[in-house]
């Protein structure tokens, strides 16, 4: 693909492959990851009821399985975008010597209704 000749000194766009993604996709994602979990733990469950008699071993690591996926399955679903944040920015430090605010002194304030004319 060549590119035309008034387009070869122009500077290149910025590349945004270090953008995270959004947060519907990102939230799409994670749901996807926690559904497909909870099938696979519900496929131990099965198995579990199946083998138990006849091959116990079996048996037991699928229902070791059906304990353990929830909490894998719980915590990879939080773990989404905090993540992907990248390097923070710098916080600001606050002034090592900072020059005193002065102080404003509120006096209480009485406030009275408008007095009435008696003879009104």
Excluded: F
């Amino acid at each position: 693909m060549s590119r035309s000749p008034w387009r070869r000194d122009a500077t290149r766009a910025d590349s945004i492959t270090g953008a995270r993604i959004g947060l519907t996709q990102d939230l799409r994602g994670r749901q996807r990851r926690y559904v497909t979990a909870m099938l696979v733990r519900s496929a131990c469950v099965v198995v579990m009821a199946l083998t138990w008699s006849r091959w116990p071993a079996v048996a037991v690591c699928a229902l070791v399985g059906g304990v353990v996926i929830p909490y894998v399955a719980v915590v990879a679903a939080q773990a989404g975008w905090r993540q992907q944040r990248g390097v923070r920015a710098e916080l600001a430090r606050p002034d090592p010597d900072p020059e005193p605010v002065p102080r404003v002194v509120l006096e209480p304030t009485l406030i009275l209704p408008p007095e009435r004319d008696p003879a009104g």
